[in-house]
Nanobody, 122 residues
């Protein structure tokens, strides 16, 4: 059982930046970030393999967000730049039991954090 705790959310003006962190209770493998706005489905944001060598991003965040990880700290990060009001959502990190591969669907993940709110004002 892996426990995930997100942090770093908050209120920021459009054009600003935030860095989210996801601390795991143990070793993690393939990881991902998702977000969910009120009344909308959970949306894929970014994913990273267990090694950190491969990443993938949702179309709406490409070029603005960067996922990274520090396996020595069992922590995954999401650097969010050039934030837009439409980025407002609860952001969740997720962990898969698989080491390799990039996973873009929520059902491919085994563990989830509780979420952290990101609000971008215009």
């Amino acid at each position: 059982q892996v426990q995930l705790v997100e942090s770093g959310g908050g209120l920021v003006q459009a054009g600003g930046s935030l860095r989210l962190s996801c601390a795991a209770s143990g070793r993690t493998y393939a990881m991902g970030w998702f977000r969910q706005a009120p009344g909308k489905e959970r949306e894929f944001v970014a994913a990273i393999t267990g090694s950190g060598y491969s990443t993938s991003y949702g179309d709406s965040v490409k070029g603005r967000f960067t996922i990274s990880r520090d396996n020595a700290k069992n922590t995954v990060y999401l650097q969010m730049n050039s934030l837009k009001p439409e980025d407002t959502a609860v952001y969740y990190c997720a962990s898969s039991a698989a080491y390799g591969g990039i996973y873009r669907r929520p059902r491919e993940y085994d563990y989830w954090g509780q979420g952290t709110q990101v609000t971008v004002s215009s």
